[in-house]
């Protein structure tokens, strides 16, 4: 079994920061992508920021200069920093995570988990 869990969401006033981390946990053998997603009241989850287990990086183009993705392959864990908070970045966050795992009985197994999501709420 894998897990992802969340943590640093909160109530910050625009133009604050914030800074999310999720640690996968388990029988890991490697994690490739890790990514975090957000849903907004009323709206489709959405792909903010990626990061590759060769230290490429990507995000969505309203987070750009205000939002930065960064990992600690030895811990298992991802980080977004969020600068500049505006009100419309309000939300669940959710961390997503490619993962080869091992199962008890040997094999290996290739998966994407999900975290349960950290609230972001931005007040103006």
């Known amino acids: 079994q894998v897990q992802l869990v969340e943590s640093g969401g909160g109530l910050v006033q625009a133009g604050g920061s914030l800074r999310l981390s999720c640690t996968a946990s388990?029988?890991?053998?490697?994690?490739?992508?890790m990514a975090w997603y957000r849903q907004s009241p009323g709206k489709q989850r959405e792909w903010v920021a990626e990061?590759?287990?060769?230290?490429?990086?990507n995000c969505l183009d309203s987070v750009k200069g205000r939002f930065t993705i960064s990992r600690d392959n030895a811990k298992n864990t991802v980080y977004l920093q969020m600068t500049d908070l505006k009100p419309e970045d309000t939300g669940v966050y959710y961390c997503?995570?490619?993962?080869?795992?091992?199962?008890?009985?040997?094999?290996?197994?290739?998966?994407?988990?999900w975290g349960q999501g950290t609230q972001v709420t931005v007040s103006s």
């Open positions: 997503n995570a490619d993962v080869l795992s091992i199962l008890d009985s040997g094999p290996f197994v290739a998966g994407k988990y």
């Open positions: 388990g029988r890991i053998v490697r994690v490739d992508n």
């Open positions: 990061s590759t287990n060769d230290g490429s990086t």
